[in-house]
């Protein structure tokens, strides 16, 4: 019996550390994304890098892309890229989320970057009307 407790614990173990790993890799290759994604739309990469960088990401050179940033401006200062801000731009990140596709999505401090890909065979008025309903529910101008 105290065999079979030892192989349990074993097994445990085994499956805490592979669902661990799994994670962090998961959450490294997010972040890389993400600057990957901030580098391109910042402009600090070569011709051949936005390239390699699009291949990456599974971005097409002949596709349109809109960009669209929101950012979170505070009253003075001294709440600029505070706690309280960070945690103000990861409510709105939520919020965002709600509505469009998580994968062209992500935070820098007090902004947040959305790359949207226009689809051609779809309607271009399926991305205005996503637009306007997010404005509407949380009242923005």
Same mark, same amino acid.
């Given at each position: 019996m105290?065999l @079979?407790f030892?192989?349990?614990?074993?097994?445990?173990s085994?499956?805490l550390?592979?669902l661990?790993?799994n994670?962090? #890799?998961?959450s490294?290759?997010?972040?890389?994304h993400?600057?990957?994604?901030?580098?391109?739309?910042n402009?600090s990469? =070569? /011709?051949s890098e936005k390239?390699? #960088?699009a291949?990456?990401l @599974?971005? +097409?050179?002949?596709d349109e892309y809109?960009v669209?940033t929101?950012y979170?401006?505070s009253?003075?200062n001294?709440?600029?890229f =505070?706690?309280?801000q960070r945690k103000?731009?990861?409510? #709105? /990140?939520?919020a #965002?989320l709600?509505?469009?596709p998580?994968e062209?999505?992500?935070c820098?401090?007090?902004?947040?970057?959305?790359?949207h890909?226009e +689809?051609?065979?779809? /309607?271009n008025? +399926?991305?205005e009307?996503s637009?306007?309903?997010f404005k509407k529910?949380?009242?923005?101008?």
């Amino acid at each position: 019996m105290e065999l @079979d407790f030892i192989t349990l614990e074993g097994a445990v173990s085994a499956l805490l550390y592979f669902l661990i790993q799994n994670e962090t #890799v998961k959450s490294i290759e997010k972040k890389y994304h993400r600057d990957l994604e901030y580098r391109m739309l910042n402009g600090s990469l =070569s /011709e051949s890098e936005k390239e390699d #960088v699009a291949n990456l990401l @599974d971005l +097409n050179a002949t596709d349109e892309y809109r960009v669209i940033t929101f950012y979170l401006k505070s009253g003075n200062n001294k709440e600029n890229f =505070s706690a309280e801000q960070r945690k103000e731009t990861k409510i #709105v /990140e939520k919020a #965002v989320l709600k509505f469009l596709p998580k994968e062209y999505i992500f935070c820098n401090t007090n902004r947040i970057i959305y790359i949207h890909k226009e +689809n051609k065979k779809k /309607e271009n008025g +399926n991305f205005e009307e996503s637009w306007k309903n997010f404005k509407k529910k949380r009242k923005i101008n």
